[in-house]
């Protein structure tokens, strides 16, 4: 997978005089995953590149948040055999 940007959206929030609680955007991919899916519904090119969002509670505990796989394919009505390139459970459970 690549990381195509990272966002940190707490220091934007600062540019503008604003505060936020630590939040960042990752957008990353692999177009040999995800090309085959935009061919087979172009729509689903809104989910993709597939992103994560680390943020932070009001607590101070750290969260990760992001679209299963599973909801991209319920979504966009994509085959069984095309989403499971895009299984990411596993990289999300490491970034942990």
């Not at 690549?2 to 609680?21: C, F, N």
């Not at 692999?30 to 597939?50: E, F, Q, R, T, Y």
């Amino acid at each position: 997978m690549t990381i195509y940007a990272r966002i940190d959206q707490q220091q934007e929030a600062l540019k503008a005089g604003l505060s936020l609680a630590p939040l960042e955007l990752l957008v990353f991919g692999n177009p040999k995953a995800g090309v085959p899916l935009m061919a087979a519904n172009p729509v689903s090119g809104i989910d993709l590149p597939l992103k994560a969002l680390a943020w932070q509670d009001k607590d101070g505990k750290t969260w990760l948040s992001y679209n299963s796989p599973e909801y991209i394919q319920q979504r966009f009505g994509l085959p069984d055999e095309l989403i499971q390139k895009i299984k990411t459970d596993a990289l999300m459970e490491q970034a942990l």
